[in-house]
């Protein structure tokens, strides 16, 4: 059977050891109180509720999955609903949100950390209060204040939880083709008209209310993403006086049956005319779902970063436990597959946590000057946090059924729901070929390349800086960045002439960047590991880095000459020859 | 929804003008009447069969699924049944058996063929047949006559089905723990004890007998490897007549739920003291069960080409008809993806189909040296093929979804099901890790290295006599031959004083390898499709050749220093600091 144990030792690490996230406190006015010792109090409650309250909800909420009824309503597995009341009075679904509206106040950074132990806990289970969280978002970003006063306090306590509608079955990549309509009201309020698909959360009983964030064009405006706007559509409209009033007319249709993730509900909504109210100034639709989007790009990663450490430290139990008849991780390959999950998650883990600590700075430092640099990390790590979790989490569960052999095929033994439950993270929220794009069309251009700039001067020094000790990684990597600066300069060169050229690779180029952003995350690790005491811990840390840099980083050089081979002329050749 | 079309037009391509599978007929007399005419024939009602009767069973079969009732039988999902008997009655069972046992007499590689289409349409069903000719194949090489004139006719004819008898809950990858006992009989017989698990076609009632071809230890006899045996274990007893008789001492005690091949049905198997007969020697099971498991690693490869060919063509359909706007093949990452999945697969193609040739040119070549020539290739082959083709189906079942995008999730696609599918392919018969092992620490020692030896030589030869208009592959195919080479012989340098350094990275060591096979391919094919008159197929054959050439050959060279870079310290490391 599948097993879950928080990795606190890890956490703790890259927290404090890696990343100095104690500077926080220190720095920012806002969480003068959430000292290192607050947060890793919250971060042990969180365990312990993750290891006896969700994990062992993970197997049963896939066997049952969710049920929709004649009524329109949804059931979801055994369990669930009390977790999530459970979860909610503990403060978990608001926690990183502002007091003024029902949150706890403490870092984006501690929420991820939650989110990340929920994520391999039950990552089905997690996207009840995510998707809360991104709808919060939404609105804190962009509603009104009465808006704001109507609905955030909910959402912050878990009374309530959220959804966004964006995607209808002609509109998946291309939210330029949403048709639902927004009618204007005399009362200033719209009635929204027309379906949406895979809506997350979008029907259940586990609380009081839904609130939908709709993405909707009103009548008369422009085609296009120019012409949409969004809008707060609630299950119950909410009474003056914060009671629930009448039920809207949005309804649940039907459910979709998945691959995995079967605890959540993806939902069919039909808009047959429901109320709702705009949120920000109308045709403002797409830039208010950025606001959202973006951090749920981040909470993707982390859903995928959950899972990632649920395959790896599954796989590491049983190729110590399981003889053939030595301990199979004393073959060759079992261990090289282990020390690649370890270098993947645990690198990958500093890249998540470093952006959601960016996104703390970038909200939250008193310095303007600290902001827009912490915010052009964020911008540029978002695709790279998004789609390395994810595309690792799909490579590590797939590979964790390998280091089970045939047993990981086996439903019982809980790994093939790794690979299943993993698999939809690459794909929402932005395609893995989606956030390449973004990173190689906008995140290089964005600001005169200031974010690249930076990343590039940053690694390279850490690099030359490296003692002599950690030339083992500090090489690789400045081969790494050479390569990969050679390929951005190539992107430089050839977008503007050949779009198509620079993007045939995009991600090729994304992984590389990645990799070399890991590859300096192991440098810090090393480095900080080399101090540490625990002897097996430093043993285990070094040798994982030692691995990194000899089997990872040099993948770099040729992701990046792949990029430079550009799209030759396969974007001429006529599709019907394919 | 998924669909499936026979690749016919590529199937003939491959065997006619890539392989001049032709020359079969001409040189080996066994074949003779099998001409191209007569295999075309065959192939054309195959494949009518696969898209009419099979495929309609895919997804119905995954979503019933088999079910053990509690008198021990096993259902199968609706259909399967009937779909079976037709099979049979075509003849397709025992296909390639020899006619003195009741087959077609056709070659193992129109069986293969066959296999590839049927593992497209249907892989959950395909292990029916596929499991009854390995044990065919068993019993064929190593049984009596008796046991021969008892057991093949019917199991050519598909009255009866087949299975192995190999895995026990202790003894996966490592068989030298196999503890079911066979205690001999006054009459010459034996009584089998033990317990059996993951067995294949177990139990079911689609035939009227099922012949299990068991692993099992004499008592007394050594421990280890050397002291296992082989029986035929009958489900019901055969009376000297061919009648059936009493039912045997196995069971079906429960069936496993897995991640996917839902339709086959996966038994835990009791041996009560059930009726064996030894196959072959004592103490020489384990020869006698490579013969089959050599076969059957073939057969896997062909599953996996099965569902390569399933995604590829689903997601080619798909990118040619989704919009948003414009056709997504048009979007460069879409396009290499879809690139990238015809090229692994009509690069995979013609691996497996050559390998099954060889095996043809082995087994019945009149000419000893050719006999000898073609099995060193099987032999070669073998782990190339199953871990190409079972990585590779892993691969594009993923990406498949990725082109699919979130529809790719929803189960009525189709798409999905395809990696659910896809992963026990690179579990059973030996993990992919196995098959990598079995690479380097067998084949490329194998008769002194002849086998790699003469690769290396074909291959050089025919990179460096390509006209000048296939320099645009023959040159990365030269220098990925140089860095093969050059990995080849640090193994050979490495492996006496180091097993482990050689062996760590194995299976990058694999996969260059193939890439290096699957170039040979692609020049192959690009210099048939020259000689083709059709425009669009030749546009797109050389295209393929073109995306091979720049984005998949070049990754041999970083594979290859990988797998030069050894194990470091890694496998002294204490398992504990992991």
């Known amino acids: ?48 509720f993750v290891e ?55 870092p984006y950074l501690l929420w991820k950390v939650v989110e990340e132990m929920v994520c391999s806990g039950n990552v089905a ?54 048709k639902t309509k927004a009618i204007p009201q005399a009362d200033g309020s719209y009635k929204l008209e027309g ?37 707060v559509v609630p299950k119950f409209l909410v009474k003056a006086d914060g009671s629930l009033g009448e039920r809207n007319a949005i309804y649940c249709s039907a459910i979709e049956h998945k691959m995995g993730i079967h605890g959540s509900v993806t939902s069919v909504m039909n808009l047959d005319g429901a109320t709702g109210w705009i949120v920000g100034n109308p045709n403002e639709g797409i830039q208010n779902m950025f606001v959202m989007m973006n951090l749920a790009r981040i909470m993707v990663g982390f859903q995928g970063l959950g899972q990632m450490e649920l395959a790896t430290q599954n796989a590491l139990r049983y190729a110590l436990e399981r003889k053939q008849p030595k301990p199979i991780i004393d073959f060759p390959d079992v261990r090289r597959m282990i020390l690649q999950m370890k270098a993947m998650t645990e690198g990958a883990r500093v890249l998540a946590y470093e952006t959601a600590l960016y996104v703390d700075y970038a909200h939250h430092h008193p310095d303007p000057a600290v902001r827009e640099e ?3 990390w964020v911008e540029l790590n978002t695709p790279l946090v998004k789609s390395t979790c994810t595309d690792g989490a799909v490579d590590l569960g797939s590979m964790a059924i390998q280091v089970y052999g045939g047993h990981g095929f086996i439903v019982e033994h809980g790994i093939e729901q790794i690979l299943r439950d993993s698999k939809i993270l690459c794909l929402y929220e932005g395609t893995n070929g989606i956030q390449a794009m973004d990173l190689v069309r906008r995140k290089l251009f964005l600001n005169g390349g200031r974010s690249v700039t930076r990343f590039f001067s940053l690694l390279n020094k850490a690099a030359a800086e490296a003692a002599p000790e950690f030339a083992f990684i500090a ?32 991600c090729d180029y994304q992984r590389a960047f990645a990799l070399t952003y890991l590859g300096y995350n192991w440098l810090r690790m090393a480095q900080a590991a080399s101090a540490q005491s625990d002897e097996l811990f430093k043993a285990g840390k070094l040798a994982t880095a030692h691995y990194f840099a000899a089997k990872l980083l040099p993948q770099v050089g040729g992701l990046c000459a792949t990029v430079k081979g550009g799209a030759e002329d396969f974007m001429a050749l006529p599709a019907a020859s394919l």
Chains 1, 2 share one sequence.
């Open 1 to 48: 059977m599948a097993s879950y144990t928080a990795p606190l030792r890890e956490i703790s690490f890259v927290l404090n050891e890696v990343l100095k996230a104690g500077n926080l406190a220190k720095s920012v006015p806002n969480f003068a109180d959430a000292t290192p010792e607050i947060i890793q109090e919250m971060i042990e409650t969180a365990a312990k």
């Open 52 to 106: 006896q309250e969700l994990f062992p909800l993970n197997a049963s909420g896939d066997a049952e999955g969710c049920t929709r009824h004649p009524d329109n309503t949804v059931s979801v597995p055994k369990g669930f609903t009390e977790a999530f009341k459970a979860y909610a009075a503990n403060g978990f679904v608001g926690i990183s949100n502002p007091t003024e509206y029902g949150g706890l106040g403490m």
């Open 125 to 178: 289970f997690a996207l009840y209060p995510g998707l809360t969280g991104g709808c919060f978002e939404a609105l804190h970003a962009s509603a009104s204040e009465e808006i704001k006063q109507t609905y955030l306090h909910k959402l912050s306590s878990g009374e309530w939880t959220g959804t966004m509608l964006l995607t209808e079955p002609q509109a998946g990549s291309d939210l330029a083709a949403v």
């Open 195 to 231: 379906g949406k698909i895979f809506i997350t959360s979008g029907e259940h009983g586990m609380a009081d209310n839904i609130i939908h964030f709709a993405l909707a064009r009103i009548e008369g405006a422009p085609a296009g993403v120019k012409g949409l706007s969004t809008f």
């Open 374 to 376: 912490a915010n052009d």
């Open 475 to 506: 090489g690789p990597l400045k081969q790494a960045l050479a390569d990969l600066e050679s390929a951005t300069q190539w992107i430089y060169e050839t977008f503007r002439s050949k779009p198509e050229d620079a993007s045939f690779g995009c």
